[in-house]
Nanobody, 114 residues
Framework: QVQFVESGGGLVQPGESLKLSCVTSIRFFSAYDMAWYRQAPGKQRELVATVRFNESTTYIDSVKGRFTISRDNAKNAVSLQMNSLKPEDTGVYYC????????WGQGTQVTVSS
């Protein structure tokens, strides 16, 4: 069974930064488009950022210019650098494939609050 292990979350103040990491056991990792998702309290999970197999990236409008997604194919890992964090970025963050998602990991909690 494929596993995703997310880490790096925490409690920060508005304007601060966090870097999330995800390691996965997915086979043929380098062939897949990967993504970070988040689920805010009381809301549905949403896709936040995607890094394609060719390392091109896309972001939702609310995080453009603040978040950077990247991948390390040698380590089967995906990262999300989050700068200038806002309270509305609060939620549980997950990584998974960008399409045809697999079983979800535990996620990592990000809380932005003063």
């Amino acid at each position: 069974q494929v596993q995703f292990v997310e880490s790096g979350g925490g409690l920060v103040q508005p304007g601060e930064s966090l870097k999330l990491s995800c390691v996965t056991s997915i086979r043929f990792f380098s062939a897949y488009d990967m993504a970070w998702y988040r689920q805010a309290p009381g809301k549905q999970r949403e896709l936040v950022a995607t890094v394609r197999f060719n390392e091109s990236t896309t972001y939702i409008d609310s995080v453009k210019g603040r978040f950077t997604i990247s991948r390390d194919n040698a380590k089967n890992a995906v990262s999300l650098q989050m700068n200038s964090l806002k309270p509305e970025d609060t939620g549980v963050y997950y990584c998974n494939r960008a399409t045809f998602v697999l079983s979800w990991g535990q996620g990592t909690q990000v809380t932005v609050s003063s």
